[in-house]
């Protein structure tokens, strides 16, 4: 069967396919988490671009007609790469984010994410290209990964740590706050709580549907089927199948242990 295919790093990306299995309900997915090589987002660019094609191109085996990086570290490094190599459309979450902050800002926009995001600039030249004028905070928030697969998504710890990385954005008055890694949005109510609840908080899962969803419909491939996902892990489907339920609050079944080395 002709699916999407989304991949990520590891179980983050669930967040992303949650958004997507509920705006696209008749589609069904291939998804694909590098369990055995995370985290990416402490790896080179060379590695991430590496790893990222290796994905890519197991998925368009199984058969996919579009092709989802929900890794923003993946997204950040290898989108060009991709899309140069694939034959079908692919899409990051860089951009689509850049596009939900901008129109909604007051002209201070933060970005958080993992070190290697942050270090690539991806978000800071999206944003830039959509509005030149809008200032750009980033900052590296690594530790937010664990507390998220720790189950700890409002925690007194989780909040700890969330004031001490974003004290400084609160304090330079950053109006918008773009959530640059999957694990982000199941802390949205934590970092929400640190920042103000006029401060804006965006990911980029809902925007990504839209513009799949545009897409096949205007190429006349939507699908109208019952829907379901097929998931593919490169090490221990208990682990990710134990923190995958707790990502997207449903049961996770027919997950396969594959090797894309
Ligand atoms: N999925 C990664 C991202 O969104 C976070 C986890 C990792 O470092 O691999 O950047």
Redesign the pocket.
Known sequence: MEGIGVF???V??LTVLKALRKALPGEFFYYLGDTAR??????SGETVVKYAMQNAKFLVSVGIKYLVV???????YALDVLRKELSIPVIG?IRPGAEEAVPVTRGKIGVI??R??ILSGSYLREIKKIRPDVEVFQKAT?LF?PLAEEGMFYHPITLSVAEMYLAEMRDRKVDTLIL????YPLLKKAISEVMGSDVRLVDSAESIARHIKEYLKITNNLSNSSGGVKYFVTDSPESFKRVGEMFMGEEIEDIELIDIR
């Open positions: 990520d790093s590891g983050g990306g995370v985290p990416y987002g402490t790896k929900a890794c923003n570290t993946a997204s950040s979450v994410g993992t290697s995001t690594p990964v640059g890694c999957t694990h």
